[in-house]
Nanobody, 123 residues
Framework: QVRLAESGGGLVQAGGSLRLSCAASAWAYRRYTVGWFRQAPGEEREFVAAITYSGALANYGSSAKGRFTISINNAQNTVYLQMVSLTPEDTAIYYC????????????????WGQGTQVTVSS
């Protein structure tokens, strides 16, 4: 089991940027993929991005393409989500999750989840 801890959320004005971090407790398995999801109040959980352990493959959800960048630092067991040009529609709790295998946009494919970090974008 991989324990995950998100950080980096906060309050930012529209047009601003944030970088979220997802620190993993165990990163010895090269078959892992880490994904970011978000959930706004009253909404379903939405896929944001995912990246393989090697960093060779990354996928993005439609709302993230062109604005968000996912990256991984294996030496620090950390996955990052750089977000730019934020809008109030990006306000949500952001979760990172891990799974064995290739990136997936389906949250049910992920077995390990962090507690989430709140991102609030003001207009």
């Amino acid at each position: 089991q991989v324990r995950l801890a998100e950080s980096g959320g906060g309050l930012v004005q529209a047009g601003g940027s944030l970088r979220l971090s997802c620190a993993a407790s165990a990163w010895a398995y090269r078959r892992y993929t880490v994904g970011w999801f978000r959930q706004a109040p009253g909404e379903e959980r939405e896929f944001v991005a995912a990246i393989t352990y090697s960093g060779a493959l990354a996928n993005y959800g439609s709302s993230a393409k062109g604005r968000f960048t996912i990256s991984i630092n294996n030496a620090q067991n950390t996955v990052y989500l750089q977000m730019v040009s934020l809008t109030p529609e990006d306000t949500a709790i952001y979760y990172c999750a891990a799974r064995e295998g290739s990136p997936s946009a389906w949250d049910k494919d992920y077995s390990d989840w962090g507690q989430g970090t709140q991102v609030t974008v003001s207009s």
